[in-house]
Nanobody, 125 residues
Framework: QVQLVESGGGLVQAGGSLRLSCAAS????????MAWFRQAPGKEREFVAA???????YYTDSVKGRFTISRDNAENTVYLQMNSLKSEDTANYYC???????????????????WGQGTQVTVSS
């Protein structure tokens, strides 16, 4: 298991930007694929973006061109840069880690083994 701690959430106006961070500990970070999911009130947790151990990136359609996932293996941290934020991006954002998820249906939350506690992002219109 990997321990994950998210940070960087907050309140931002529509059109603004935020950068989320997820610090990992407990295992060899560089061997893990990492992902961001989000959950809005009353909705299911949904896939946002993922990055493989080798750096391949995957996004859900609604964030393509606006969000960028990246990783710093020296710092054991994964980032989510969010630009041009919209009110529909408001949610609690969760970081996830797993060694095998990227080879499965990585958009499904059940294939990710480790989760953080989440950080709230609120976009005001």
């Amino acid at each position: 298991q990997v321990q994950l701690v998210e940070s960087g959430g907050g309140l931002v106006q529509a059109g603004g930007s935020l950068r989320l961070s997820c610090a990992a500990s407990g295992r060899t970070f560089s061997n893990y694929a990492m992902a961001w999911f989000r959950q809005a009130p009353g909705k299911e947790r949904e896939f946002v973006a993922a990055i493989s151990a080798s750096g391949s990136r995957y996004y859900t359609d609604s964030v393509k061109g606006r969000f960028t996932i990246s990783r710093d293996n020296a710092e054991n941290t994964v980032y989510l840069q969010m630009n041009s934020l919209k009110s529909e991006d408001t949610a609690n954002y969760y970081c996830a880690a797993d060694r095998e998820a990227i080879y499965r249906d990585y958009t499904r939350r059940t294939v990710w083994g480790s989760w953080g506690q989440g950080t709230q992002v609120t976009v005001s219109s």
